[in-house]
Every structure is written in C-alpha cells, then in structure tokens.
Nanobody
Framework: QVQLVQSGGGFVQPGGSLRLSCAVS????????MGWYRQAPGKQRELVAV???????NYAYFAEGRFTLSRDNAKNTVYLQMNSLKPEDTAVYYC???????WGQGTQVTVSS
C-alpha cells in the first residue's frame, strides 16, 4: 500500500520560511519523480515543483528562486523548503508520486500578517 505522510506547514508572516516534508512508503522511492502541488481556496490545484529520482528539479514560475525541492532517497522523504513566503502562497500543499494515484493528506500553509 502506497502511503505519503506529510508534515510541516502552519502559519507564518510574509517573508518567513517553512519546510514541508513528505515521507513515502510502499513504492521503490528512488525511481519515482516526486511533486508538490498546492490548492488555494476557490482555485484549481497547481504544480509547485517536481524532482526526479536523480535529483533534477523543475519549478513553477512562482516558486523559482524562493522554494527549494530536495529528496533523501535513504529516508524515502522529499522536502519543500519555502522562503520569502507571500500571502498568495497560502494554500493546502500536497505531495504526490508522479504516475501513482495516491496523494499526501495535505498540509495547510497560511501566510499572513
């Protein structure tokens, strides 16, 4: 059974930082591209960033230069470091193993003064 368990997130003021983690089990983690997505109220879910099994990354335009996606294949975990957060980054964030149907449970990130 594939499981993606997220941690991190919460409330932060504009300009602050948060780190999200996603621990994965039930798949051969190091061969999967992993992605982080987000969904703000009233909006569609959108891609934030993806990372291949080998560590190559690709970011959405709004994440470029502020967010860093990394993975530890020994720990079956992927991380999303978010810096210089803005109110428009407020959303529920989800991790996902590309090509699989399972998603993480979602983590609320709220950026507000």
């Amino acid at each position: 059974q594939v499981q993606l368990v997220q941690s991190g997130g919460g409330f932060v003021q504009p300009g602050g930082s948060l780190r999200l983690s996603c621990a994965v089990s039930g798949i051969i983690f190091n061969i999967y591209t992993m992605g982080w997505y987000r969904q703000a109220p009233g909006k569609q879910r959108e891609l934030v960033a993806v990372i291949t099994g080998g560590g190559a990354t690709n970011y959405a335009y709004f994440a470029e230069g502020r967010f860093t996606l990394s993975r530890d294949n020994a720990k079956n975990t992927v991380y999303l470091q978010m810096n210089s957060l803005k109110p428009e980054d407020t959303a529920v964030y989800y991790c996902h193993a590309e090509g699989r149907s399972t998603w993480g449970q979602g983590t609320q990130v709220t950026v507000s003064s």
